[in-house]
């Protein structure tokens, strides 16, 4: 995949993470593309050690469920960490 796909491909996992947690996420579009990349490199990593499938098609469901649930876990942890920040 080339990275303007992998980019547009984290944008819009991280887009679709912060439709998908409820609550108040912060940022903007360009926190949403750092998550939405951290978390499809996530997604994918752990995609290839556990099932052995990785971010290789753009177009491959597996490919964006991989995605999707990479930005949602980068979001819960991005989320907790700046929830600490505000109440410290």
Excluded: C, H
Aim: net charge positive; charged share 10%.
């Amino acid at each position: 995949m080339s990275i303007l796909a992998f980019l547009i491909l984290g944008l819009i996992a991280g887009a679709i993470a912060k439709l998908i947690l409820p609550g108040k996420q912060g940022g903007g579009w360009l926190i949403t593309l750092l998550l939405g990349v951290v978390g499809a490199l996530l997604g994918g990593w752990l995609g290839s050690v556990l099932f052995g499938v990785g971010l290789e098609e753009f177009w491959d469901l597996s490919t964006w469920l991989l995605a999707i649930g990479g930005a949602i876990v980068v979001l819960l942890i991005y989320g907790l960490i700046v929830n600490r920040r505000r109440t410290a």
